[in-house]
T-cell receptor, first 114, second 111 residues
Framework: KAGVTQTPRYLIKTRGQQVTLSCSPI?????VSWYQQTPGQGLQFLFE???????NKGNFPGRFSGRQFSNSRSEMNVSTLELGDSALYLC?????????????FGEGSWLTVV | KQEVTQIPAALSVPEGENLVLNCSFT??????LQWFRQDPGKGLTSLLL?????REQTSGRLNASLDKSSGRSTLYIAASQPGDSATYLC??????????FGAGTTVTVRA
């Protein structure tokens, strides 16, 4: 059974640009959540999608957005990139409600903003 | 706001010694607590999930306890091996549907 797949794995963007990251969950999983990990702030929850609906959102500005498609694949978009957005972005999937089930993580997308 | 703290931040032990990792949280109104392992530059691997109604979970050499009333969880790793070297994070699902992570404990097991 394939795990959570994230693309691209590494990318470099310039300040002011926008970026889209993709996540394919484990087959059959309907919940996809996104996280930002930085040395200074640690691992922070961005948002969760379940059956194409955003169910929960962390404390991030509106520049961070996401969506989920009918096949449960999810994308995360960051607009008007800032240097502080440089981070490892992790996606995770879960079979049901994120709050009650084991979360499985992908390898992450390393974003560098220059 | 839920605050999750992990102490110590780093730990170095000789092979064969038992590991004890601590996680504390400020709001006891939680759904569950999950322990993860993260290798350098990699994603997180789930180790154990403890529901709020449970006191402990075990998997092989791993045992995690949960004392919700005191806001504490402990992860025990028996007979540590060099392959156990990694960063261990705990994450708490609060009743307000927020997921909060600790900063992690970086473990080094010396051969």
């Amino acid at each position: 059974k394939a795990g959570v797949t994230q693309t691209p794995r590494y990318l470099i963007k310039t300040r002011g640009q926008q970026v889209t990251l993709s996540c394919s969950p484990i087959s059959g999983h309907r919940s996809v959540s996104w996280y930002q990990q930085t040395p200074g702030q640690g691992l922070q929850f961005l948002f969760e999608y379940f059956s194409e609906t955003q169910r929960n959102k962390g404390n991030f500005p509106g520049r961070f957005s996401g969506r989920q498609f009918s096949n449960s694949r999810s994308e995360m978009n960051v607009s008007t990139l800032e240097l502080g957005d440089s981070a490892l972005y992790l996606c995770a999937s879960s079979s049901g409600a994120l709050s009650g089930n084991t979360i499985y993580f992908g390898e992450g997308s390393w974003l560098t903003v220059v | 706001k839920q605050e999750v703290t992990q102490i110590p931040a780093a730990l170095s032990v000789p092979e064969g010694e038992n590991l004890v990792l601590n996680c504390s949280f400020t709001d006891s109104a939680i759904y569950n607590l999950q322990w993860f392992r993260q290798d350098p530059g990699k994603g997180l691997t789930s180790l154990l999930l403890i529901q709020s109604s449970q006191r402990e979970q075990t998997s092989g050499r791993l045992n995690a306890s949960l004392d919700k009333s005191s806001g504490r969880s402990t992860l025990y790793i028996a007979a540590s091996q060099p392959g156990d070297s990694a960063t261990y994070l705990c994450a708490v699902w609060s009743n307000d549907y927020k997921l909060s992570f600790g900063a992690g404990t970086t473990v080094t097991v010396r051969a």
